[in-house]
């Protein structure tokens, strides 16, 4: 099976037989894009170490997804009112983007076959 996302793999991932490593090159506008795009990458991986077991629903999922983007919320809420941090705020985002790709990298091999 391959990815099935965009094509941008010409039919080169593989997806079967559980762990596959790739390696993915990408021109970004900024070593800062960069970072995070490895940050969110790095959090997908560490919350499927941490929690290796997902619904198989797409409802529960999503609801996985709306509760971190609550956190996001609830930082933002906090540091507007000076009682956050820009950090606090940066690692919700970066778990709230972690657990879409997840999501979405769930339903790209799902929907292979």
């Known amino acids: 099976m391959h990815c099935g996302v965009c094509g941008c793999c010409g039919g080169l991932l593989n997806l079967e037989g559980g762990s596959v ?3 993915l090159k990408l021109q970004v506008e900024s070593p ?3 970072v ?3 940050q969110v990458l790095q959090e997908m991986r560490s ?3 941490k929690h290796p077991e997902w ?3 797409n409802v529960k ?3 996985i997804v709306l509760e971190e983007a609550g956190e996001v919320i609830r930082e933002a809420n906090l540091l507007d009112e000076g009682h956050g941090s820009v950090d606090g705020l940066k690692s919700e985002l970066v778990q709230t983007a ?3 790709l997840r999501h979405l990298v769930l339903l790209a091999s ?3 076959g």
């Open 47 to 49: 919350a499927q170490s």
């Open 21 to 23: 490593m790739t390696e």
């Open 110 to 112: 799902s929907s292979m």
């Open 55 to 57: 619904p198989e629903d």
């Open 61 to 63: 999922r999503a609801a």
């Open 36 to 38: 995070i795009i490895i």
């Open 32 to 34: 800062e894009m960069a």
């Open 98 to 100: 972690g657990t879409c």
